[in-house]
């Protein structure tokens, strides 16, 4: 209610009933399985959601950060820290290509780092913003100083939004930088982790 009944926000609403139910229930919570359900259950109830693009993107994504990311993460441990946000990363740009280049005609390049950079700090305002708001909404004098992390958040993410904008290089240059990246990515794969059987 507070975000509007968007596709996206419908789907990950459906997703995390299912996950509560199974979980109530002692059942497997598979994300994969999850998204399938959710998705298959909201297009019988409102079968125009087939042509929402944000609806395609969102599913597309969590399809990529649930199978994809994973898989690449485990691959790419050669990264360090860096693997999982930049596995995730891969895997939702994989799910959200073939959507967005039939609607938009590219996929940009600076999404790789924008989305390493203002991930995590979008996912703690989300965490922390809604307990934040209620304490906020409860005892009004403390809004200012309990909402500060969540101002700063959101400034972060607004502030990568923009730079991203600026310095998407679009054409020629974007379809090089997006073979670098799978040339590293590839690298990154075939490279052994020092760590690896100790």
Known sequence: MLT???????????????????????????????????????????????????????????????????????????????????AVTLGAQAGVFLPAMLVFGHVPLVSLPANVLAGPVAGGVMLYGLPAGLLAGAVPALAPVVMLPCRLGVRWVDLIAALGARLEPGGTASLAGWLLVLLVVGVAMTCRDPHEGR
């Open 4 to 86: 509007r009944f968007e596709p996206s926000i419908i789907r990950a609403g459906a997703m995390a009933a299912l996950s509560a139910t199974a979980f109530v229930l002692g059942r497997e919570r598979h994300p994969a399985r999850l998204l399938l359900i959710a998705v298959t259950g909201l297009l019988i109830v409102d079968p125009l959601l087939a042509r929402s693009i944000g609806f395609w993107l969102s599913t597309g994504a969590t399809a990529g950060v649930t199978t994809v990311g994973p898989w690449l993460a485990r691959r790419m441990r050669v990264l360090g820290l860096l693997a999982a946000p930049v």
